[in-house]
């Protein structure tokens, strides 16, 4: 497809086009002096000083009215949207910024207590980590939805259930208007007119230009979190997006520089009440977006608006939103390259997804073609569809380095070959998938009458997106597996094929935690085929993990929702979880007990690798076919990588043959071991270093001290 490069024309601030390659490249000018200054304003704190500590209790007004639990979720969403006052600071083009800081529970203490008893939920509860159809939602608009809700009404006239819900879905949008209205009376008491034409016509109806598509967007986006939901995403933002600016842009309604402008405000918005928001550590928020990637027809989806989005993260440096870019084995490198600017300022994004291998997985495991091309991710990087996903991505993890730990524990005791310790890895695997198949089997989730409004086909159908939606799959973290192949292969070489290492002593030696086991410990670290060096005699263990996780998933045909398990290679959180838990200890590769396992796709932290080729090959091999919940190969470059002038196309590059070779998802990460030890002497000084944690980046100051120390540990051994 030839489609114009643009470039700004500075002196007549307009787009001036060239040809580059016949690709969809697009340059954009940094944002203005006064974006550059809202975002320090923003980053400092200086919105919250309109914050108040005010408590809601939904639930004793709940009580008074007798209101079941599809109301009582209706009844924070209105109660939270009343409470909140206009706050619109000068200059301000993208408005909303939370002022109440608490979301109010809809039961009591004590009746929430009584309700876990009795019910099975994950994490804090509330529906999260799903994706809304904005796409539809923006074409609509809220008064349509709700013209679409009494309709429906209509047609279930006498279904007790679908009456609630729909009547709770009509009460969501109206608090949504009313809010929308105030903040509509506090710009025209402003004066501020040009505020109050697009509050007036968002998000009550279709945006009619990219400013209003923006505040659309911010306004609904931000009431799923006042509505208790959490890690929000933001989709394929540069395919439903790009028709109002591409509008815009070519009606003379905006400029160059106010296209880049006004997308910059929105994503310092997104900074605003990021610390509000719950995550295992700050900064976990799950507000990310997509880029890039193929249309639902199978036709190249990047746009001018995909390099703008880029632009700007890059000119901004903020947490958020955390970028994902889907791209291909025939992706220009111009993209890759423009990409990889983000990588050298130390964002720890834009992740990659390749769609060469994510599309055919997601169709071989039930999705149609047109949904699998049009996948987004989670807060981290598990696959979801917008609007039709009723998935939960994390509903636990497989402690691989467990399995293979208890494996050689039973080994030890029983004088078991290697083919035996072989298939009680298999069964030990199998048994964890069981516990969380059958922990889940009976999972419930909330009602949530707001998020089901923002959904595809759900007011149509009069079912809250709580009773399910067209995919209910859930997703298995397949955790700290480089650590369990690392040590399946140190226990196939010394044990059973030179056998220097008797299964007792390298037992015995474990459970000391290697103490006056020096030897033995030497030889399994540094003698011992590793993970990361693209030698067969370690990744085949990881093949042979994967394809027996896969299998445990696959025996289950029903989570219980009318979905699967799908495996993943993610670790999130679990990297350092797990290795917390003394019930692990040490383990076969020559880690010591408490020490930290690698992140996602990644060598084990003390493996020096044969470079980044040599990693990309023997993630390779993964079967990503089976193993499709996400999970991506993770990558900490030294600063110095970027030292020199071709040092950009090098990595962009890197990023091309991560696509050739059948790779699924990849994130790259620059770090400084020298910055970050001062970091953490001087957290003030270094209060906007950002580094990539798991599946999101965060500022390093603002970390755990043991997240911090894995990720110093990580950069020890970068590639």
């Given at each position: 497809?030839?489609?114009?490069?643009?470039k700004l024309d500075k002196k007549n601030n307009q787009c001036e086009s060239i040809e580059s390659n016949g690709r969809e490249i697009y340059?954009?000018?940094?944002?203005?002096?006064?974006?550059?200054?809202?975002?320090?304003?923003?980053?400092?704190?200086?919105?919250?000083?309109?914050?108040?500590?005010?408590?809601?209790?939904?639930?004793?007004?709940?009580?008074?009215?007798?209101?079941?639990?599809?109301?009582?979720?209706?009844?924070?969403?209105?109660?939270?949207?009343?409470?909140?006052?206009?706050?619109?600071?000068?200059?301000?083009?993208?408005?909303?910024?939370?002022?109440?800081?608490?979301?109010?529970?809809?039961?009591?203490?004590?009746?929430?207590?009584?309700?876990?008893?009795?019910?099975?939920?994950?994490?804090?509860?509330?529906?999260?980590?799903?994706?809304?159809?904005?796409?539809?939602?923006?074409?609509?608009?809220?008064?349509?939805?709700?013209?679409?809700?009494?309709?429906?009404?209509?047609?279930?006239?006498?279904?007790?259930?679908?009456?609630?819900?729909?009547?709770?879905?009509?009460?969501?949008?109206?608090?949504?208007?009313?809010?929308?209205?105030?903040?509509?009376?506090?710009?025209?008491?402003?004066?501020?007119?040009?505020?109050?034409?697009?509050?007036?016509?968002?998000?009550?109806?279709?945006?009619?230009?990219?400013?209003?598509?923006?505040?659309?967007?911010?306004?609904?986006?931000?009431?799923?979190?006042?509505?208790?939901?959490?890690?929000?995403?933001?989709?394929?933002?540069?395919?439903?997006?790009?028709?109002?600016?591409?509008?815009?842009?070519?009606?003379?309604?905006?400029?160059?520089?106010?296209?880049?402008?006004?997308?910059?405000?929105?994503?310092?918005?997104?900074?605003?009440?990021?610390?509000?928001?719950?995550?295992?550590?700050?900064?976990?928020?799950?507000?990310?977006?997509?880029?890039?990637?193929?249309?639902?027809?199978?036709?190249?989806?990047?746009?001018?608006?995909?390099?703008?989005?880029?632009?700007?993260?890059?000119?901004?440096?903020?947490?958020?939103?955390?970028?994902?870019?889907?791209?291909?084995?025939?992706?220009?490198?111009?993209?890759?390259?423009?990409?990889?600017?983000?990588?050298?300022?130390?964002?720890?994004?834009?992740?990659?997804?390749?769609?060469?291998?994510?599309?055919?997985?997601?169709?071989?495991?039930?999705?149609?073609?047109?949904?699998?091309?049009?996948?987004?991710?989670?807060?981290?990087?598990?696959?979801?569809?917008?609007?039709?996903?009723?998935?939960?991505?994390?509903?636990?993890?497989?402690?691989?380095?467990?399995?293979?730990?208890?494996?050689?524990?039973?080994?030890?005791?029983?004088?078991?070959?290697?083919?035996?310790?072989?298939?009680?890895?298999?069964?030990?695997?199998?048994?964890?998938?069981?516990?969380?198949?059958?922990?889940?089997?009976?999972?419930?989730?909330?009602?949530?009458?707001?998020?089901?409004?923002?959904?595809?086909?759900?007011?149509?159908?009069?079912?809250?997106?709580?009773?399910?939606?067209?995919?209910?799959?859930?997703?298995?973290?397949?955790?700290?597996?480089?650590d369990a192949a690392d040590a399946l292969a140190a226990v196939k070489k010394h044990v059973f094929d030179i056998k220097d290492i008797s299964?007792?002593?390298?037992?015995?030696?474990?459970?000391?935690?290697?103490?006056?086991?020096?030897?033995?410990?030497?030889?399994?670290?540094?003698?011992?085929?590793?993970?990361?060096?693209?030698?067969?005699?370690?990744?085949?263990?990881?093949?042979?993990?994967?394809?027996?996780?896969?299998?445990?998933?696959?025996?289950?045909?029903?989570?219980?929702?009318?979905?699967?398990?799908?495996?993943?290679?993610?670790?999130?959180?679990?990297?350092?979880?797990?290795?917390?838990?003394?019930?692990?200890?040490?383990?076969?590769?020559?880690?010591?007990?408490?020490?930290?396992?690698?992140?996602?796709?990644?060598?084990?932290?003390?493996?020096?690798?044969?470079?980044?080729?040599?990693?990309?090959?023997?993630?390779?091999?993964?079967?990503?076919?089976?193993?499709?919940?996400?999970?991506?190969?993770?990558?900490?470059?030294?600063?110095?990588?970027?030292?020199?002038?071709?040092?950009?196309?090098?990595?962009?590059?890197?990023?091309?043959?991560?696509?050739?070779?059948?790779?699924?998802?990849?994130?790259?990460?620059?770090?400084?071991?020298?910055?970050?030890?001062?970091?953490?002497?001087?957290?003030?000084?270094?209060?906007?270093?950002?580094?990539?944690?798991?599946?999101?980046?965060?500022?390093?100051?603002?970390?755990?001290?043991?997240?911090?120390?894995?990720?110093?540990?990580?950069?020890?051994?970068?590639?």
């Open positions: 497809m030839k489609v114009d490069v643009r340059f954009w000018p940094s944002p203005s002096e006064h974006i550059m200054q809202l975002r320090d304003y923003v980053r400092g704190g200086g919105y919250k000083k309109c914050r108040r500590n005010i408590t809601l209790d939904i639930a004793a007004e709940a009580d008074k009215h007798n209101l079941n639990w599809m109301q009582r979720a209706a009844l924070l969403t209105e109660r939270m949207c009343q409470a909140e006052i206009a706050v619109i600071e000068p200059g301000d083009n993208i408005v909303f910024s939370r002022t109440i800081t608490e979301v109010p529970l809809l039961f009591s203490i004590d009746q929430w207590e009584s309700i876990k008893k009795e019910n099975v939920f994950h994490e804090l509860g509330p529906i999260s980590n799903i994706c809304a159809d904005w796409q539809m939602v923006l074409e609509s608009g809220l008064l349509e939805r709700k013209r679409t809700a009494l309709k429906s009404l209509k047609i279930f006239t006498g279904n007790l259930e679908k009456e609630i819900f729909l009547n709770s879905a009509v009460s969501a949008i109206d608090a949504v208007l009313e809010l929308t209205q105030r903040y509509a009376d506090a710009a025209l008491a402003q004066g501020r007119h040009d505020l109050v034409q697009v509050l007036g016509r968002v998000p009550a109806h279709k945006p009619r230009t990219f400013q209003e598509a923006l505040q659309f967007l911010r306004i609904c986006h931000s009431v799923l979190w006042m509505s208790s939901h959490y890690h929000v995403g933001l989709g394929r933002f540069d395919q439903y997006m790009w028709p109002y600016l591409k509008h815009d842009l070519e009606s003379n309604i905006i400029s160059v520089q106010g296209a880049v402008d006004i997308l910059a405000e929105f994503f310092i918005s997104l900074n605003k009440d990021s610390d509000l928001y719950p995550g295992i550590q700050q900064g976990d928020n799950g507000q990310s977006l997509m880029l890039g990637g193929v249309k639902r027809d199978g036709s190249c989806g990047i746009n001018p608006l995909t390099t703008l989005v880029l632009q700007v993260a890059k000119d901004l440096c903020l947490i958020d939103p955390k970028i994902n870019l889907r791209i291909n084995r025939d992706t220009d490198p111009d993209l890759l390259y423009f990409a990889c600017e983000l990588t050298r300022k130390g964002l720890g994004f834009p992740q990659y997804s390749n769609d060469d291998i994510v599309i055919p997985s997601l169709v071989a495991s039930g999705y149609d073609c047109g949904d699998a091309r049009d996948y987004s991710v989670a807060a981290c990087w598990e696959f979801i569809i917008p609007g039709k996903g009723m998935e939960v991505v994390n509903v636990g993890a497989v402690s691989m380095p467990e399995a293979v730990n208890n494996a050689l524990t039973e080994g030890a005791k029983q004088d078991y070959t290697f083919n035996q310790i072989q298939e009680k890895v298999v069964s030990n695997i199998a048994d964890q998938v069981n516990k969380i198949a059958n922990r889940m089997n009976d999972l419930t989730l909330p009602p949530a009458p707001y998020y089901s409004v923002l959904m595809t086909d759900a007011l149509e159908a009069g079912k809250d997106i709580s009773q399910g939606a067209k995919y209910n799959n859930f997703g298995i973290h397949g955790a700290c597996v480089s299964l007792a002593e390298l037992k015995k030696a474990i459970d000391l935690n290697y103490e006056s086991y020096d030897n033995i410990r030497n030889k399994l670290l540094n003698e011992s085929p590793k993970i990361g060096n693209n030698d067969d005699a370690a990744d085949q263990h990881m093949v042979f993990l994967f394809n027996a996780f896969a299998k445990a998933c696959e025996k289950y045909s029903d989570n219980g929702r009318g979905g699967r398990f799908r495996p993943g290679t993610g670790s999130a959180m679990y990297f350092v979880w797990l290795a917390n838990q003394q019930k692990l200890g040490a383990t076969a590769d020559g880690r010591k007990s408490g020490d930290y396992f690698g992140t996602n796709l990644a060598p084990a932290l003390s493996t020096v690798s044969g470079g980044p080729m040599s990693v990309l090959q023997s993630f390779s091999k993964v079967p990503y076919e089976r193993i499709n919940n996400g999970g991506p190969i993770t990558m900490e470059l030294a600063e110095s990588v970027f030292d020199k002038s071709d040092s950009l196309k090098k990595v962009a590059m890197l990023i091309k043959i991560f696509t050739q070779l059948g790779c699924q998802q990849l994130q790259l990460n620059t770090l400084n071991e020298a910055t970050l030890q001062a970091a953490q002497k001087d957290p003030v000084r270094y209060r906007n270093l950002i580094v990539r944690v798991w599946g999101w980046s965060g500022y390093f100051c603002e970390l755990g001290d043991e997240y911090q120390r894995q990720i110093i540990q990580r950069v020890k051994y970068n590639v």
